[in-house]
């Protein structure tokens, strides 16, 4: 590890201040939580998709402390994305080159994209059990917990944060609408429709044309991770058929995921393509969902369905967007928002159940009472005495025997907390 190397990536060091390029000063939701996280002795972890605010939030962070009066030294950041390096390289070049002594003073390493370093986690143990004022801030752009040995490792020592794409809030806010103006529908629903087609990069916010948002999304989201990040972290023949799967799912927004069919389809044997959807969810680029337990198990049980992480995915690989497939895409960002984890089906079907509770995107001009069959079967039958419509425009809460169905608008319910 070279000198210059961990200067350049901590420029604080010299100038005193993260600069204004990398410490954006838009803080997202979850920032003052990470924020808290701070105090506490466990590692804390970054965790979530490209692209969407990890290492921005990083710098962020390391602004803060510098503007708290934190020793501008004792702030170490350091990013595996592009380097190739050991913890204790790293570790002891920084020792060095500020005379440290790591059990004396608190010190805050912030290791971005961690998951690159090979053998990072018995590393990482070491250093967290033998120097108690060490602070780590970790980030990865998959699951950390992917492997049984980190997991097995690191217990107990790690709390895991996993950032989504920018929320609609999120987006609204980055638009200078402030909060008392949400719940003005004409103000609200231009946004509203452009943030369900395209989702919540940040970066593509202010792409204006179609080829530079695709360009965008395919090159430094999709390709980075089906090419490059998965075929790294797994032994894998055929990264193409990741973004061919990829590319079927986010065209096809909630689709069942029958391993036997798409076998004969792909030709390809059942077991891989299910490593292979694994890998997609694990690097969080899909949703899978799972149908809601409780009774017996017939194999269309079993079936999960898939969503797309974000609707910029969706909208990369569809050409056109009509009407009736946008609700499926109000399906994905209602999926996405709950990270919702089962739908239920048996004969009707329901998109989401949440804490047990049905429920149902029907984005639609009216919503006709027979619509109301299948939600009404799913409270009688696990007695709930709640269910939920989200809706295009219709607000109002309806009485059945089987208990209260409320529908919501989608864009005032994604408001919500
Ligand atoms: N809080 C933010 N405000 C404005 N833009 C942001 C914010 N967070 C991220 N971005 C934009 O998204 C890009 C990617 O963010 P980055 O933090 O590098 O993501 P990650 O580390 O998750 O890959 C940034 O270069 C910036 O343009
Ligand atoms: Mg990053």
Known sequence: MERDRLEEFNHWWISGKVDEELALPFKRDIYTKIEKHLNKRFITALVGLRRIGKTTIMYQIIQELIEADTNKTNILFFSFDEVSAKLN????????????????????????????????????????????????????????????????????????????????????????????????????????????????????????????????IGALVVDKIVYKDIPRMFKLDDPEFLRVLLELISSNPGMYIDYQSLSKQFGKDRRVIKDYINYLKESFLISLLGNYRKGSITTLRKKKRAYPADNALTYLYKPKIEEDFFGRMIETLAVNKLKASSFWKNGGEI?????????EVKYQEKINSGEFKTIKEFMKKFNKKDGLILTKNEEKEIKFEEGVIKLIPVWKWLLKD
């Open 89 to 216: 390289e790293v570790l002891e070049k920084y020792k060095e080159i500020h005379n440290k002594d790591l059990r004396e003073e608190k010190i805050y390493v912030f290791l971005d994209e961690i998951q690159k370093c090979n053998g990072w986690e018995n590393e990482l143990k070491k250093y967290y059990d033998l120097y108690p004022k060490l602070k780590f801030i970790i980030s990865g752009s998959e699951s950390l917990f992917i492997r049984k040995k980190t997991k097995e490792t690191l217990a107990g020592r790690i709390f895991e944060f996993i950032l989504s794409p920018f929320t609609f809030r999120e987006y609204l806010k980055f638009n200078k609408i402030e909060e008392n103006e949400f719940k003005y529908e004409t103000k609200i629903k231009p946004f509203f429709n452009k943030f369900a087609e395209k989702g919540g990069f940040p970066e593509t916010f202010s792409l204006e044309t179609d080829k530079d948002f695709k360009e965008y």
């Open 351 to 359: 998109d989401i159940i949440y804490n047990g509770a049905p429920i």
